[in-house]
């Protein structure tokens, strides 16, 4: 949480001095955000003109304290390409406990199209552990497991999450990753942790 805020504290100065605004305004946005209660931080949320640092912090504060409020913006900061961000926004969501969580982090995971930004929602799966999170973990990985795949990061966190979610559907998944020079390792260990078929 603390290297959250200071991030957005730095891009808020940052802000300032180079928006045409000065920085000891875009400061003080900064502390009032933060001290904001749940009903000023999401009004913020719908305000014109508000930078993108303003919207995360008052999103993540929402999502931190449970409010569902915060559940669009989050998924769209799950989905962005600052990868700084989209941690973030995975962390708020954890805590946030919203039903939809899971549905929302399974499009962005399974998007062919988003695929380079989809290691938080795949992690964000793994950490829920909800009834869809080792399905699409499993579909993810298998289209990722060309031999030049270029997010290769991607399929090694659905490796490690499905070892982490230890289902048994995922043996034959991870059998063929082994085969994989950057996956082979994690995929032994998440077949250690497969529950033995009955």
């Known amino acids: 949480m603390n290297d959250v805020l200071e991030r957005l504290r730095t891009e808020a100065g940052q802000s300032g001095e180079s928006g045409g605004s000065d920085a000891s305004g875009e400061s003080s946005r900064y502390a009032e955000l933060l001290a904001a209660d749940p009903d000023a931080l999401a009004a913020s949320l719908t305000s014109a003109g508000l930078p993108l640092w303003a919207r995360e912090l008052a999103a993540y504060r929402l999502g931190l304290a449970g409010d569902r409020r915060a559940f669009e913006p989050l998924v769209l900061l799950l989905n962005h390409r600052d990868p700084p961000r989209c941690a973030a926004a ?109």
């Not at 995922?170 to 032994?188: C, D, K, N």
């Open 90 to 198: 995975a962390e708020a969501l954890a805590a946030l406990g919203d039903p939809r969580t899971a549905r929302a982090a399974a499009a962005l995971a399974t998007n062919t199209l988003r695929t380079a930004y989809a290691l938080q929602p795949v992690r964000l799966l793994t950490t829920l552990r909800a009834p869809e999170s080792a399905p699409v973990l499993m579909a993810t990985l298998s289209r990722l497991l060309s031999p030049h795949e270029p997010y290769w990061r991607v399929a090694l966190a659905c490796v490690e999450g499905l070892g982490t979610l230890a289902d048994p559907r995922a043996r034959e998944i991870l059998t063929q990753a082994q085969s994989h020079p950057r996956l082979a390792v994690a995929a032994t260990a998440a077949l250690r942790k497969l529950r033995r078929p009955r």
